[in-house]
């Protein structure tokens, strides 16, 4: 599997924006890009995904580097809610399951 | 609305009992995932259907097992449960098994052996 990493933990202050780092440098042509996030006690849950050009969704915005070797997550106003795990993953176009690696462990400040 | 549900949501067993958590989803996904979460540590995929077809990960010990009755449950199965298997198992499905679809998580449930 591509590898990722991301940093292990970051800060936001309520209502900033936060940029959420991840470099993939051995991705492949045909890797998505998925972001997940782990809010406390609960399951995984989808934020975004892309392949080569950026993304926008009411969750937040993927920035794809044109060469694709890292991509960021912007949450565009972060909330105490924001606060989680956020999984850069991988995905081969055809049969692959989520691996997740270690994640970005994210502390949103009131 | 459609879910992924997972029962019980708080499991204790006793070391070497046996023990089986549950998944169902209302979804009609072709996919079912199971995966174990230790404390502080990401996901890690045990085994999955397509449909009937199971595939197992390769380093999944022999003493998980899982059965898929039909598109709607899937069930893992811990034969004889040691302390290292307390953990968080988290059921996932997608519907297709192709990169543009997302997976779709259970609550989980939290297994403590004694």
């Known amino acids: 599997d591509a590898k990722t990493t991301q940093p292990n933990s970051m800060e936001s202050n309520e209502e900033e924006p936060v940029h959420l780092p991840c470099n993939h440098s051995?991705?492949?042509?045909?890797?998505?890009i998925h972001w997940y996030r782990q809010l406390p006690s609960q399951g995984p849950e989808y934020v975004i995904h892309?392949?080569?050009s950026n993304v926008n969704n009411r969750m937040a915005s993927l920035a794809i580097a044109e060469d694709r070797k890292s991509s960021t997550l912007i949450l565009h106003r972060a909330t105490l809610r924001d606060a989680a795990v956020y999984y850069c993953?991988?995905?081969?176009?055809?049969?692959?399951?989520?691996?997740f690696g270690k994640g970005t462990r994210l502390s949103v400040i009131a | 609305d459609a879910m992924v549900i997972q029962n019980p949501r708080y499991q204790v067993t006793q070391f070497g009992k046996p023990v089986t958590l549950s998944c169902s989803q209302t979804?009609?996904?072709?996919?079912m995932y199971w995966y174990q979460q230790k404390s502080s540590q990401a996901p890690k995929l045990l085994f999955h259907?397509?449909?009937?077809?199971?595939?197992n990960e390769a380093d999944t010990p022999d003493n998980f097992q899982s059965r898929r009755p039909n598109t709607s449950f899937c069930f893992l199965d811990i034969r004889s449960p040691g302390l290292g298997d307390a953990a968080m198992y988290l059921c996932?499905?997608?519907?297709?098994?192709?990169?543009?679809?997302?997976?779709?998580f259970g609550p989980g449930t939290r297994l403590t052996v004694l």
């Open positions: 996932a499905t997608s519907r297709d098994q192709l990169a543009e679809g997302g997976q779709f």
């Open positions: 051995t991705i492949s042509g045909t890797d998505y």
């Open positions: 892309g392949l080569t």
């Open positions: 993953i991988l995905r081969d176009g055809g049969n692959t399951p989520l691996v």
């Open positions: 979804l009609n996904h072709n996919v």
């Open positions: 259907y397509y449909d009937k077809d199971f595939n």
